[in-house]
């Protein structure tokens, strides 16, 4: 029986090495671990970098842009306006009145004008006109001068509005008076409207 007893004490303890091979690995996975996690932080920060601010950008932000106006597409003069020629009666200028001016109702207020106050009685509303215009323009066919001329007089229109380049040349034809952002109101001078400075964004201005 002592022998027996002897020889168990003396046996290795079989778990040791296991032990320590596995404490060898786990180690080595923490490391291994720790390293790709370093290097994925490292990665992420270079593949977003801050980004730039455009040269300028500020400034453009802040610098104040002025307001398009719309440019009327000259008509061709046909013949030079003699406004010491013979004039029509009102009561025999036929004209249609049409608003390009962009502003409500001027359409209106001058044919109530002219009908009211100037006895222009065939003068006519033909409403807005097709798209905004900076000038005002009168379109006549040369046989229909004299009727210009009493409308030029009474309106005060420049020389540059006038276009005798209308087709219609029968006793009843019509001028076509398209008012344009230049048309202030009766009596006024025609002038071209001044442009307006838009504040630009981002500035932060009140």
């Not at 046996?11 to 671990?33: I, K, N």
């Not at 009102?90 to 106050?117: C, H, K, Y």
Request: include cysteine.
């Amino acid at each position: 029986m002592g022998t027996r007893g002897r020889g168990r004490r003396r046996a290795p303890a079989r778990g040791g090495p296991w032990l320590g091979a596995a404490a060898a690995f786990l180690l080595v996975a923490v490391a291994v671990f720790a390293y790709f996690v370093v290097r994925g932080d490292r990665h992420s920060s270079a593949a977003e970098p801050a980004s730039p601010t455009p040269v300028g950008s500020a400034s453009r932000a802040c610098t104040p842009t002025a307001a398009t106006t719309p440019r009327a597409t000259p008509l061709p003069r046909a013949d030079a306006f003699a406004a010491g020629g013979k004039h029509a009666a009102p009561i025999d200028v036929r004209v249609t009145v049409l608003n390009g001016s962009g502003t409500f109702g001027q359409a209106e207020s001058v044919l109530s004008w002219l009908q009211n106050d100037r006895h222009f009685l065939r003068a006519s509303n033909g409403g807005p006109a097709a798209h905004t215009q900076a000038a005002t323009s009168l379109v006549y066919a040369p046989v229909h001068v004299d009727q210009a001329r009493t409308l030029v007089a009474a309106l005060g229109l420049p020389e540059s509005a006038l276009h005798a380049t209308g087709k219609d040349r029968s006793a009843t034809g019509r001028m076509v008076l398209t008012l344009g952002q230049d048309f202030h109101g009766i009596g006024k001078p025609f002038a071209a409207p001044v442009p307006t400075a838009s504040v630009g964004t981002g500035c932060g201005g009140s």
